[in-house]
């Protein structure tokens, strides 16, 4: 059962535009990512919020912006996209806890195509 | 720094047969560790999860895995597998610390044939 949303599935763009996907969670989960998954199924992490805060924000572009709302939804804006942008951008939640590690509930991914 | 290591790129196996997947992590520390699959056109799914206690943990779909800390591995296992099992399986390890999320290996994908 999905919980976690993401809009839109697909995206093909031009180069130099600017895009924006979005991801909601009804999990009632605080603290939410952005991964980025390459064409070769390579997994990276590029930011994550916990409510509302950014706490982790890897080496990525500067074209790349996070945007968090509310707890519950966490946006990506990628400003003047290049063709190297061009992957699936999985969002994904969890429920910190301070006596161990979270388990993440992916969205279905954005899938990204640069032209 | 953190690592998983997949050394497996794909795996074929005929219906029925046991699936071994192989997962090896670098951490100075106990990790916690997790096996994702992720099949087309979707997101990753947690098959499992170890945090500690019983080093064979047990998971969806009959998977399980054993943890073990002198061969820091955490290899996946199923008995009897199906052609529905063709999938790319991600093992990961978390440090627990605070919003960090999780460093994943590359990935094995999985072909059941018939």
């Known amino acids: 059962e999905t919980a976690v949303f993401q809009t839109p599935n697909y995206h093909v763009t031009q180069v130099g535009n600017e895009v924006s996907f979005n991801c909601k969670q009804t999990?009632?989960?605080?603290?939410m990512y952005w991964y980025k998954q390459d064409s070769k199924k390579l997994l990276k992490i590029m930011f994550s919020y916990n409510n509302k805060q950014l706490i982790v924000n890897e080496t990525v572009p500067r074209r790349f912006s996070p945007q968090s709302s509310d707890k519950a939804h966490l946006n990506l804006r990628i400003k003047s996209v290049e063709p190297e942008d061009s992957a699936v951008y999985l969002c994904?939640?969890?429920?910190?806890?301070?006596?161990?590690?979270?388990?993440?509930?992916f969205g279905s991914g954005t899938r990204l195509t640069v032209l | 720094a953190q690592s998983v290591t997949q050394p497996d790129a794909r795996v074929t196996v005929s219906e029925g047969a046991s699936l071994q997947l192989r997962c090896k992590y670098s951490?100075?520390?106990?990790?916690?560790l997790f096996w994702y699959v992720q099949y087309p056109r979707q997101g990753l799914q947690l098959l499992l999860k170890?945090?500690?206690?019983?080093?064979v943990v047990q998971g969806v779909n009959s998977f399980e895995a054993e943890f073990s800390k002198s061969n820091s591995s955490f290899h996946l296992q199923k008995a009897s597998v199906h052609w529905s099992d063709s999938a790319v399986y991600f093992c990961?390890?978390?440090?627990?610390?605070?919003?960090?999320?999780?460093?994943f290996g590359l990935g094995t994908r999985v072909s059941v044939f018939p």
């Open positions: 170890y945090y500690s206690g019983d080093p």
């Open positions: 990961a390890l978390s440090m627990g610390d605070y919003a960090q999320g999780l460093t």
């Open positions: 999990l009632g989960h605080d603290t």
């Open positions: 994904a939640s969890s429920f910190y806890r301070d006596w161990g590690a979270e388990t993440l509930y």
């Open positions: 951490y100075s520390a106990t990790p916690y």
